[in-house]
């Protein structure tokens, strides 16, 4: 208190006395203090969390405890609570993850012992609560959420417990950085920048872009804004540039503020277009196009164009320049008498920049159509292929004039060789197809076509694959036949392409044909061997070729037998049932034998069994073997045939019924000995057994030579001649001597000289 050292009389206020009481009664006393200077007082022991009534009065009295003076006026005091306060919640530096929060807190005369914070986010529960370090704020809260609403409660405690302060009112925080943004669509003028929205569970007020220049090079301009929108996440921004580098960003906004920007995103508007695009020369199937070209161009150009179709302005396949003449471009390709317009854009690695105005309609001049389509071939037999074509109704193939019709052409590879192109026919614009006749078995064809428009006819196009017609009719095969073998054989197929061969064999039993066997072998392969035969037997053949395009036609068939065995002429330990007769000369000698040719006395396979000994024989041939070479002449020169039909049977008799032959052809004063063999349709069969022995007769030597006359002398002359040294011009012995007649011009030969 402030006390002026009240004094009574010349006495010294040597006391104080200090009475209080509670409101309610129920606490009250009285203290005494020191004087003099002293002007304070502790009142112990009050009743916490009451209102007191305190006066104060002084004596002069050294005893303490008599003779004060008045008191003074009442003072009102309240002792404090047990727990302790906190109120005054104040927030700062709100960002889109963060707040900074302040308090007021009381320890109500006791120490702080913790401070707790609750967080509530949107309409979840509060939390358990943070405890923070220190006793006091301000304080940081970390871990937010952008976009969000959070209320707080703050949590004092002392040594008696703890009290909350009142759940703050909501506090949002700011928008999240949006995402990097893309330009989707840029031009010379403008772009649209888009971006990802993250709203958090709040809506974002709206969305604010800023853009700056930017060479590349470190030169950037100041930002400026670039537009603002609500409710959407894309912009256009506009007012830009052409062929200029800009940087750009984009804000979020609630009504917390403003989020941190978002990545810069670069991006490079486009070039304007070019002016005074125009053409200057006009050709059947292309134009040559010049133009300004726009500021900051780099000569790369993408040029449009647009083709007439029936009224209607139809885009068609663009082109690309890079280099060269900087303002020129001839487009090619057009359709020939077609209508078209065209643009011109500049382009960079930034796209492709506005396009120019279109040119005045040009039209290209007419000509022949390009060249025709390639065929198709199917459908091949021996002598025709069927060939198709698609119709050609596209502009650019009849170089816009459409077609009128169509030329034919083939090309023939066969065995005779390979033809030049050979006109077929022309058709009309309407047919698709043809048959073509009359055509070369296995030979190769190729077809082409050519288009013909009012103009004319144009280039022929590709040719066909090469197809074969089927091969012909195999020629005859031919045949040798055995005992029990017949070797088949044959010519080549008259095809320019074999890939195989079949062959078809058939027996004959009891009088029956049976059915047709087949065997498939190489196109290499023109020898066939059939073992294990019956003997005189009837078996027939035919053969056919394949090429690529299939089988041909198949050969006539071919009759034969195999062989017969003269086996039976001789009789054992008996004599020889052949003798050759004695009228031997000195070219021939006569055969003769005994009985019939030897055949299968009887064959239980025919019905009804044969038991004629002479089997099918249709003659006989006899061979003449020299003794001293056993080397033996089939006589061929004498050879006749016995059959109509190939293989003709032939022989040098063909009466079956015969038991003697001359055989000529033999040399002058020689030994010789005869073997016969069997002749049926098969061919001669085995030899028999050689006869006996027998000498041609010698002769005189055969008709000289005209001898050479050389003149000498006025008196004489030299006659020279060729030895005569063939052993049958001979006459079969050595020559002993010459004799030379001469005469004179009208007389007659001398005698001779020897």
Not at 164 to 180: F, G, K, N, R, Y
Request: charged fraction near 15%; proline fraction near 7%.
């Amino acid at each position: 208190w402030d006390f002026d050292g009240l004094r009574q009389g010349n006495l010294t206020i040597t006391g104080y006395r200090v009475t209080y009481a509670s409101n309610d009664g129920a606490v009250s006393g009285t203290t005494y203090c020191a004087g003099g200077e002293i002007r304070s007082c502790t009142l112990n022991n009050l009743a916490l969390g009451k209102t007191f009534a305190i006066t104060i009065a002084g004596t002069n009295d050294p005893r303490l405890e008599t003779n004060f003076g008045s008191e003074s006026d009442i003072l009102l005091v309240r002792t404090k609570e047990t727990l302790p306060t906190v109120g005054g919640l104040q927030f700062s530096y709100t960002t889109a993850y963060k707040t900074t929060i302040n308090w007021v807190a009381d320890g109500s005369g006791l120490p702080i012992t913790e401070i707790r914070i609750r967080i509530q986010l949107e309409s979840d529960d509060f939390t358990d609560g943070l405890t923070i370090p220190g006793i006091s704020g301000p304080y940081t809260i970390t871990g937010l959420g952008p976009n969000l609403n959070y209320r707080f409660i703050v949590v004092v405690a002392n040594t008696q417990g703890f009290r909350e302060s009142a759940p703050s009112d909501p506090v949002l925080t700011l928008p999240a950085a949006v995402p990097l943004p893309a330009a989707v669509d840029v031009s010379s003028e403008y772009l649209m920048l888009s971006w990802l929205a993250w709203y958090g569970q709040n809506d974002v007020a709206s969305y604010r872009v800023e853009a700056r220049e930017n060479d590349g090079l470190g030169v950037v301009g100041p930002w400026f804004s670039g537009g603002e929108v609500a409710g959407l996440t894309q912009l256009t921004v506009t007012g830009l540039l052409d062929n200029k580098q800009y940087d750009l960003r984009v804000f979020a906004e609630n009504s917390a503020g403003v989020s941190n920007p978002s990545d810069l995103v670069v991006v490079k508007t486009l070039p304007a277009a070019p002016t005074l695009v125009r053409v200057t020369t006009v050709q059947p199937s292309s134009v040559v196009l010049t133009w300004e070209p726009a500021e900051g161009s780099d000569s790369r150009y993408r040029i449009f164009r647009q083709r007439d179709d029936l009224g209607t302005w139809v885009d068609e396949p663009s082109y690309t320049k890079e280099g060269g003449e900087a303002d020129s471009f001839e487009p090619t390709g057009l359709v020939k008498g077609a209508s078209y317009r065209f643009q011109v854009a500049s382009y960079t690695e930034a796209g492709v920049g506005a396009r120019s105005i279109y040119t005045f309609p040009v039209s290209t001049l007419k000509s022949v159509p390009l060249a025709g389509p390639t065929p198709a071939v199917s459908l091949p037999t021996t002598t025709s292929l069927f060939v198709r074509w698609n119709r050609v109704v596209s502009d650019v193939q009849t170089s816009g004039t459409p077609a009128t019709g169509y030329l034919l052409e083939a090309k023939v590879r066969s065995l005779s060789g390979t033809s030049d192109w050979i006109f077929v026919q022309q058709f009309t614009a309407g047919q698709t197809d043809y048959s073509a006749g009359s055509l070369e078995s296995g030979a190769a064809y190729q077809f082409r076509l050519a288009i013909i428009n009012e103009i004319g006819a144009g280039p022929f196009g590709t040719p066909s694959a090469e197809t074969l017609t089927l091969p012909g009719p195999m020629p005859l095969p031919t045949q040798q036949a055995f005992l029990t073998t017949i070797l088949l054989s044959w010519e080549p197929a008259p095809s320019v392409s074999v890939t195989s061969y079949r062959v078809y064999s058939r027996v004959r039993i009891g009088g029956v044909w049976q059915a047709w066997n087949e065997q498939i072998v190489p196109p290499t392969t023109f020898l066939q061997k059939f073992d294990g035969l019956l003997k005189d037997n009837q078996y027939s053949y035919k053969i056919a070729a394949r090429n690529p395009s299939g089988w041909g036609a198949d050969s006539a068939i071919l009759d034969t037998r195999t062989a017969i065995a003269p086996d039976l002429w001789t009789v054992e330990n008996a004599v020889s049932k052949m003798a050759v007769l004695d009228r031997t000369t000195s070219s021939s000698g006569t055969l003769f034998w005994f009985g019939p040719a030897s055949g299968p006395e009887q064959n239980p396979i025919e019905v009804p069994p044969r038991s004629s000994l002479r089997g099918s024989a249709l003659g006989y041939q006899i061979y003449a073997c020299r003794a001293s070479s056993q080397t033996c002449d089939p006589g061929e020169e004498y050879l006749v045939s016995c059959s109509s039909a190939f293989p003709y049977a032939l022989a040098h008799t063909c009466d079956q019924t015969a038991m003697e032959y001359e055989r000529f052809g033999l040399r002058k004063n020689t030994e010789y000995y005869f073997q016969l063999a069997v002749v049926n349709t098969g061919g001669p069969g085995p030899l028999s057994r050689p006869s006996e022995t027998f000498r041609t007769l010698a002769s005189y030597p055969d008709v000289m030579a005209t001898p050479t006359v050389t003149p000498v002398s006025t008196s004489s002359i030299r006659v020279t001649w060729p030895a005569v040294t063939e052993w049958s011009a001979r006459g079969g012995l050595d020559i002993t001597s010459y004799i030379l007649f001469k005469r004179e011009d009208g007389g007659s030969y001398d005698d001779g000289e020897i």
